[in-house]
């Protein structure tokens, strides 16, 4: 596939510029080196499902399966490392996915400000982000319960930055 239409397919798909532009350093041009996933444009908001660090992870989709955070020693949301910073994802397909536990950078800018989290994935969301209450008052400044839900960029990291 040509990389104009690679390109084309990313763009649709909510990845910026600049992973399009390090696809392209990197080679990717369908030759089977499968995506290149730098960052995306995404809709974050917060639950409070996700405060509470008593919660068992048998309550989300990242629970079990050989890809769940259960088979990895976690039992709590207070045991994964990044905790409060959680959250779900719709790149998270349900059960056993094998997007659960990644780690990823949130970057939050409006006109006066600009912050990073960086948050593991332990659930499926149907449409954008869903994180913790006090993640989202970090990324925004404390400004999160009151805005209600914001645009993003997220960036798959590698796992040394969520403490895995």
């Excluded at 990389?3 to 510029?17: D, E, W």
């Excluded at 990717?28 to 992870?57: C, K, M, Q």
């Excluded at 779900?88 to 990073?116: F, H, M, Q």
């Excluded at 993003?152 to 990291?157: G, P, T």
Aim: a negative charge; aromatic letters at 10%.
């Amino acid at each position: 596939m040509p990389i104009h239409t690679v390109s084309r397919v990313l763009l649709a798909a909510g990845f910026t510029a600049t992973a399009l532009s390090a696809a392209s350093q990197a080679g990717f041009a369908g030759g089977g080196h499968g995506p290149v996933v730098i960052s995306r444009n995404i809709s974050v908001s917060y639950d409070p499902v996700y405060d509470n660090g008593a919660t068992p992870l048998s309550k989300v989709a990242c629970s079990g399966g050989s890809n769940g955070l259960m088979a990895k020693g976690y039992t709590d949301f207070a045991s994964i490392p990044t905790f409060p910073y959680i959250g779900s994802a719709d790149i998270v397909e349900g059960y056993n996915s094998t997007r659960c536990g990644e780690c990823w950078e949130l970057k939050y800018e409006a006109p006066t400000v600009k912050d990073v989290i960086y948050l593991i994935v332990v659930d499926a969301a149907e449409k954008g982000w869903t994180i913790s209450t006090p993640a989202m008052n970090d990324l925004t400044y404390g400004e999160g319960e009151e805005l209600g839900r914001v645009n993003a960029v997220a960036r798959l990291m590698p796992q040394s930055y969520c403490g895995m």
